[in-house]
């Protein structure tokens, strides 16, 4: 675009689409309460959140009886909680896995669904923050490389390098095929680096397989990074 065109190109690595969920259960509390003159602002919730066994979905369960919160309430505070889960609270990445349970609350006929929605994204807010032991989870990717034969073990040892598990190996015609799970966080760069590597005759293809809690040590470095992007946003 640059060079044909003339246009500034401001380049950036991909972004990785990072998800935030949670291994234990938790219960939590979202009360707003607000009174500025006139008509006051009530909205109380008490919600449980647990994990999903399949762990890539999100459920609201309505468990409210007696008519503690109204039943035209109900999707404002589901309405709120799906709000909180949009930024978790380990790195601001969208929570899935997780079901939520509202099981208790209040109100008063003077509120707006408005404070429904701010207590349900309140108590949201708080679940993931508590005893949930909220966790940080990355994409793997399905990577097939096809190089030289002559480069299979630097390849391989490139794919260790960037916590791959090679699956297995086909040769045919001078070629070997090498199937691999591989973090797509350790990808953004691997084509200039297979091009090095295999002297510019090694290709590859990818698709993603599934989401991983990533390692301690390496989730840090992400909080951080996104701490770091958010302040920089922001100033």
Request: proline share 6%; glycine share 14%.
């Amino acid at each position: 675009m640059k060079s044909r065109f003339g246009a500034e190109v401001e380049l950036k690595p991909p972004r990785v689409p990072y998800t935030e969920t949670i291994r234990g259960n938790a219960k939590a509390h979202g009360r707003h309460k607000k009174q500025s003159g006139g008509r006051g602002q009530f909205g109380d919730c008490h919600i449980q959140v647990e994990p999903l066994a399949d762990g890539d979905e999100f459920e609201f369960v309505n468990k409210i009886k007696g008519g503690v919160i109204p039943h035209s309430f109900i999707p404002a505070v589901e309405k709120g909680v799906r709000e909180a889960m949009q930024h978790g609270t380990v790195a601001g990445y969208p929570v899935k896995g997780v079901r939520v349970t509202l099981y208790d609350g209040q109100y008063h006929n003077r509120g707006l669904l408005g404070d429904r929605v701010q207590a349900g994204r309140l108590a949201g807010d708080e679940a993931g923050a508590g005893g949930g032991r909220p966790v940080l989870k990355e994409p793997i990717m399905l990577v097939t490389v096809s190089v030289p034969e002559e480069a299979v073990g630097d390849v391989i040892g490139d794919l260790n390098s960037r916590r791959g598990r090679p699956l297995g190996m086909e040769g045919s015609a001078g070629m070997t095929e090498i199937k691999a799970e591989v973090p797509m966080a350790e990808m953004l760069s691997y084509a200039p680096d297979l091009r090095s590597i295999t002297g510019g005759q090694g290709e590859y293809t990818m698709e993603f397989d599934r989401y991983e809690e990533v390692p301690g040590h390496l989730a840090q470095k992400v909080v951080d990074e996104a701490q770091a992007e958010e302040d920089a946003v922001r100033a």
